[in-house]
Structure formats: structure tokens, C-alpha cells
């Protein structure tokens, strides 16, 4: 009798046991997104990873790399302060030591330039550019009559992905990863009418080719891909409007694109609950906030409460949360850390001091982990 009793005692601490280990979590992702830091300054990121990011349980490191490593395959597309591959192998060590999954990305299609300059690609490979009529502005000012944001490649010229695939491998390769993140966000050029290759083709469908020409290949080997949702979404039904959600009607390309992409959802002032509609499309979705603490907080509420009334079939698409930053390291942890200077805050900042990352990415983990403890 006393046998059977003790069996019964450590059979149920050991379902007890399990249960534990096996529990869903409440935000399977829980992220965090920055520009890789420059050659020298990875020791000072790293430290940051191991004191802030990994004792808030961050498990997803976004690394917005685009130019900034020092490929083999076409040297001249290097940034001038790009990380070593020696470098680079201190991030991969110290993200595997704490248990955080890094995701590289390289901004594709879009973003091809900023402001007055031109990104890598179309300096050295001015044949990819989708509008080369449009000429780089002396002093950039938007709006501007050529309705230029940013440039994007064609997507149908015949030689784009030789390139852009071989610095995707390259970046995988190097960040030992089986995800990439392809940017694709803001994309305002797209189809021209004056692109020997695309004008008159439906822009949703050169949207989705490209996405799944660029999910294809990462498939190859066993990667999945990522990508920012803004261009899925229809910005004049819904009010959005035409930068966190499409006016030129690339969302249609939602339902023709793969349902294994990860759509990470940005909004950053108001709450919007977009990620419900990509769920409900079949696709994994991260909310992802940036500047504005309050905002970010009700997100996080909104990813918790979707995912405990949801079907079974609908939780796991609500992936989880992503801080965004949009800065470099070295500039987000001067703030994070309080020693920013007044010169190089933002307008925005000087305007309203409380609407920055920093205080948005405290906000939004301290608001999951009390989350995560009323849930349990």
C-alpha cells in the first residue's frame, strides 16, 4: 500500500513536472529589433544583451544588417564600419549562450535609399534601379513632386537576385540562422510606369512574386522567411493610411503569398488590431511597437488576451512582441542608459521627451511579465 502510494506521489510530480516544462508560453516570441552595431562597438552591444535584453527573457534578436558586414561575395557593397566575420561570431555566441534566436535582415525590394543617398546596391548596380528617371535630390525634402520616399529595385530585372540572394546566403550563413528578414516595408515605388519590365503589371502581383521568389530560396535551406506587414494591408479602407498600410494596392498580395511568412505587424501610436486580420489569413503575427510606451503596453495586453480566447487553430499565429528601435546601439543605450545628449535627441524627442524606444521597450516587458504571472 505504501508503495502504490509513493508511486501515485512521484508519478504526479512528475506530470506536475512536465506540465511545467511543457506549458505554452504567453508570447512565444519575445523580440527585440536594432541596427547591427558598427565594427568596435559589439562588446558594448553585447553587454547590453546579457545584462537587459536576456533578463527580460528575449528570445528573438532582429539585427538590421543590411550593408554592415563585410561580405566576400560583392565586397563593394560593404558599409565602411562593417562588422568582421570575427565579430559577427561574438554576437552568434553570446545570442546562443542566452538562448536568443537571431534573425538578420537586409532591406529587399524597398529602401534602396534614404533621403538624398543611394544604398549599395543601385550605387554599384544602377541597372536594378525601378525608376532610374528619378534622380537623388541635392537637399531632400518630402513631399517632393516625384513622390520619392525611397527607391526600390526592379524586381523582374533579370540579374537582381544573383545578387541580392548571394549576400542573403552569405548573412545566413555567417549568423548561423534559419530565419531572414527581407524589410519589404514602405514600398511606395513599384510597377512605374516607365520600367520596361513591370509597367502595367498588377503591383499586388510583383508584391507577392517577390515574396515568394525570396521565401523559395530561403526554403532551399530550410529557412523561413520574415517580413514587415504594412504593404498587406489596405490603408484607405481601413484609414490607416499610405505608411503603415498600402495605397497602391499591393495588400491584395496577402492571399497570394505563402502562409509560412511571418508578418511582424508595426504600428506605432495607435493600437491597431491588424494582427487579428493576418491570423485570421493564416499567418504567424508579431505586433511590434516602437515609441510610444502607452501604446505599446495595450498591444501587449491585446497579444495576451487574442491568445487566450483564441481557437486552437488560431493561437499560435499570435506570435508574440517585437521592440522596434530604429537607431543604432550606440545611440539607443546612451538613451536607454540616460547619458543622451540634447544635440542628438530627435525633434520628436525634444518635442515630447516621453515617446522614445527606451522607455517603450521597459514599458512594454515590464507589462509581459505581469502578463505572463496574472496568466499562470
Known sequence: MKKSITFIILLGMAVSLFSQNTVDPLFPVKGFCINAPSTGQVDRFLKFVNEELATRGVNTLLLLVDYGYRYQSYPQLRDKDALTKAEVKKIVKACRNNKIRIIPQINLLGHQSWAGNLNPLLTHFPEFDETPHVKM????????????????????????????????????DVFETNAFHAGMDEVFYLGDDKCPRCSGVDKAELFA?????????????????????????DGKTTGIGLWEASYNYTYRAVDMIPKDVVICDW????????????????????????????????????????????????????????????????RFMDGFY??????????????????????????????????EKEMK
Open 137 to 172: 535630390p541635392e537637399k531632400y525634402v518630402w513631399p517632393n513632386p516625384d513622390g520619392l520616399y525611397c527607391k526600390s529595385y526592379c524586381p523582374l530585372h533579370p540579374d537582381v537576385h544573383k545578387v541580392v540572394f548571394a549576400l542573403v546566403d552569405e548573412i545566413c
Open 209 to 233: 512574386g517577390e515574396v515568394r521568389k525570396i521565401r523559395d530560396h530561403l526554403a532551399l535551406k530550410n529557412r523561413e522567411l520574415w517580413i514587415w506587414g504594412d504593404r498587406l494591408i
Open 267 to 330: 504600428h506605432y501610436e495607435r493600437p491597431d488590431q491588424t494582427p487579428v486580420c493576418f491570423a485570421m489569413k493564416g499567418f504567424r503575427v508579431i505586433t511590434c511597437p516602437w515609441r510610444t510606451p502607452a501604446t505599446a503596453v495595450i498591444q501587449a495586453e491585446d497579444m495576451a488576451r487574442w491568445r487566450k480566447y483564441a481557437t486552437k487553430e488560431m493561437k499560435p499565429r499570435y506570435y508574440g512582441m517585437m521592440q522596434t528601435t530604429w537607431t543604432s546601439p550606440e
Open 338 to 371: 540616460g547619458i543622451k545628449k540634447e544635440e542628438e535627441q530627435t525633434d520628436t524627442q525634444k518635442q515630447d521627451p516621453s515617446k522614445n524606444p527606451w522607455d517603450t521597450f521597459r514599458a512594454m516587458y515590464k507589462r509581459m511579465e505581469e502578463l
